[in-house]
């Protein structure tokens, strides 16, 4: 898509909202939705006089999220105060974090066409989301519901060491993966508790200096990342060859018209007056606390899919698509308790749990079935209660409603046909029906017998045990 | 180094208020004289001196996650100038 | 004598042994108020039917035999930048003329604990940025010794109207001097507390590092009594202090024998009235006589508070009334079309010129370019002068000042100067910078018949060690004896 003598430069500032049970600063829920205005009170609402109070859970959670994300821990952390003045933002400032975050220097790897790649991560921080702003079409205006504001977020902010949209989206499903597996976040992009600003700049290939940079704000959809990236990096080529400055500016993408506009309104350089926040105090940590919050994560994806690899067997392609989602990993794990067949497990995962997500353009985080299901299901499989062509069909109805497997096949009738006799029969039909074939496999083309298994299968609606098949029609072609 | 009448215009744009011509002379004018006044801490060796941050030597002030609703968004939205379906209610603005 | 010249621990015996009703003393104040207050000027708001209404209950439960606190029925006047839940809280401003605050601050839900009962919401300058009640949106407040003097400020309501009787006690808010400076210059005693012991939640912040809440009595002992029903850690106050609740009655005790205090050179010198210096040194005298020893010392940097103060608490003031948008509550203008309108005309309208030129000041100190030569630097500073007081307290159990460089100074003398204004504040202003306890004690009248204060600075959290000087102090002297004449009142 991009020039090849050009590079894309790309660099994120993700926001992620904590699934805390209150806010950052008081006690409301954290809850999405509601009717406007109801998880708030005179703190999150900004009433003269009020006070934020920490929230022991933000600063575990960003720990977790930072060691998880092979930073440092700072031990004399602080919040500040970023002024600014927006109907979104009822203290007119947001209480954040400035010179001292809570993390610093991390990293995460991602897998690219060309191997792993680190992506360096420079800092995350926490900070306190914004309301929302609600307009109507009837030109009346436009609504502030405060029932976001307030709710726990971490930023983390990559430096910028991006070069393609596939690496974007690569390091955003890496960090969403690694915060779904500490379960410090839903992750849930489409309700904005996962989003990201995103800075890209465009520079001649072997170039030192880095381009200027334009930012697009708050992007909650990988598509669109990865649409917003190439458009806008396309555009700043073009700008470059026609002789053009390229502006530091921030940018709003459309996803209709697929472009990006000039966001005007927001002309005044923004002076945010950064100071320490008075109303709080300082947050030092000691080596225990941290190490012990160290010691409570989970197993991270790495290190599953070392041991999926070793004592699965799983190929490295499995394994790594297995370990891509906590909800695929916890699913392999407990799948494969109940069926032992890894390898079925792994593959069933990537291609065909991952296929009908796709068709359904659905996250894995929405599977409603779990490892029981899908354990019974392989279990079902090497029985020979059900052919793999059946299970298929089986996992389509787990996505419509979760039941047990053996259940489905009982109520729809897909037991395997394995009685020697009914299949002999349909057999002997499907060689009489078939001459031409017949004749061919004689004529020593063993692709003949492939068709006609196929047709007995047709016959049987997928029923007919496979092997047995097989075994009937190689004895009676033989003959 | 005396603030210049263009500062404070800048300032009051970035604390949102509006002055008058006549304000801006006097600010301008009031402002030259506390900053001067101001600049005297310059005489005061901080070498090696860390900042006050809080009043007192008070860390880790953190709460319980725990829910407690207010309850009371009446309450809360009674002074609204502007206020419909229980939002305020202000001019169109674009996201 | 009339029930409002009593003082609160009178009154609680009177009440107790059934003398007096709430009913009748609540009365007694509203008729006080109605008589001097048109000439005063000390409340925004009165709470006469709310106010009456609890005094009945309250009296209906004490003949009743129900366990009532022993302060249940005692009127109080509050500062209005303290929040009341249903009530209106405006920090006499034309920002906030409208607001009903949907809560109770933390030391009103104290209050409520012990069943006082409300008299009104005092007068201040707005936003509590002043130091002569001057800057009320308002009306301003008169001086009660002289009705064309000023009763300082930014309390000066409550001062006021402890002063002339129109409460028994108040509270008060203190950010540079804003308890103890009207209540030295109406005769009255007024206590700062160490920062962090009294919960700031509700109090409508003017510097969030600076503010407290304080009693405003008419002696001592009353100035003991509110202070333990409002210090307390408070889990809504993240910088309020976790620690054992003590009774600073306890400190009332008539003997400062081998007490060390501390006289610092810088404010018995220039800059200082002649009759407050002199003042001042009877004050030390008396102190020696008693047993104490007074010596004179140095806080040299002292000099440099005023100015450290003024970046501080103006930057955080500025980012704290950035929340006043006329959006969610208070002033919204007539005239706009978009929403910056809103935002620039509401706040320009609403706010009067002193809080924008703290404002204005605040914003620049922050801005980039200047933070680290104004903000940052005055941290710093401010941590010297923390040391230099920490050094001092090495030798002193106390430091004794002047509580304001002047004596009440007319209406109108200091409004066209800021500057001015400003370094009314010398004496009080390091006290808060130090986040120090501090009390002003009223000492003597001057040649025009006006109160003069002095100051006791003591350690941070040690409330105790003042108060035992200060009531050894008013146990041996009269100033008692002399009341407010209401003079001048022509205007």
Redesign the interface.
Known sequence: MVRDDYEVVIGLEVHCELS???KIFC???TEFGG????H???VC?????????????V?EYAVKAGLATNCSIEKNS?ND?K?Y?Y?DS????QISQFDKPLCYDGHVTIETENGEKEIRIERIHIEEDAGK???DEY???????LNRAGVPLIEVVSKPDMRSSAEVEAYMRKLKSIFEYIEISDCKMEQGSLRADVNVSVRKKGAKEFGTRTEMKNMNSFRSIVRAIDYEAQRQIEEIENGNEIMQETL?WDDISGRTFS?R?KE?AQ?Y????E???????LSDEYIENIRKSLPELPESRKKRYIENYGLTEKAANFAVSSKYYSNLFEEATKICNNPKTVGNMIMSDIARILNEREEEPDSLKFTGKELGELVSLIDKGTISSAIAKKVLEELFNEVKMPSKIIEEKGWVQISDEGAIKEVVMKILENNAQSVADYKAGKDKALGFLVGQAMKETKGKANPQLLNKLFLEELKK | MAISKEEIIHIA??A?LNLSEAEIEKYTKDMQEIIEFANTINNVNTEGMG?T???NE?????????????GN?DG??QNAPSQ???????????? | MELYEYTVHELIEKLEKGEITSETLTKSYFDRIKEKDNKVKAYVSTLEESAMKKAKEIDEKRKEGKPVSKFAGIPIGIKD???IEGTK?T?SSKM?EN?V???N?TVIEKLNKEDLVYLGKLNMDEFAMGGSTEHSAFFKTHNPWDLERVPGGSSGGSAAAVSAEMAPWTLGSDTGGSIRQPASLCGVVGLKPTYGLVS??????F???LDQIGPITKDVTDSALLLNLIAGHD?????SMDMEKKDYTLSLVNDVKGMKIGLPKEYIGEGINEEVKQAILNVAKKYEELGATVEECSLDVGKYATAVYYIIAC??A??NL????G???GYRTEKYDN?KDI?RNSRSEGFGPEVKRRIILG?YV???GY?DAY?KKAQKVRTVIKNAYDELFKKYDLLLTPTSPTTAFKIGEKTSNPLEMYLADICTVPVNIGGLPGMSIPCALDSKGLPIGFQLIGKAFDEETIFRAAYTYEQNSNFKENKPTFKGGDN
Request: charged content about 25%; some cysteine.
């Open positions: 805390t049970k209150t006690s409301c829920s009717e406007p205005n109801t708030c009170c005179p609402m900004a009433m003269p006089g009020t006070l934020p109070v920490l929230n022991e859970k600063v602080k105060r002024n003045f109907p009822p203290k007119a400032y702003l609600n307009h030109g009346r205006g436009s609504f502030v519901d709003r966001m309104d005044d002076d007056r950064y100071f320490p008075p109303d709080l105090v300082a947050i030092k | 744009k970035l949102d900042e941050i809080g009043t008070k860390v880790n002030v953190l709460r319980k996650d725990e829910v407690v609703e207010f968004r809360l939205l419909d379906e229980g939002m305020f209610r202000i001019p169109k603005v674009l996201n | 930048n303290m929040c809280t920090c906030l607001f605050s949907p809560y601050a700031r939640y509700g109090l409508v912040a510097a969030s590092s889990e809504k106050d993240s910088t930057a955080e500025s980012s950035g929340r006043f948008d959006i969610r509550y929403l935002y914003t922050l801005s980039s933070y903000y």
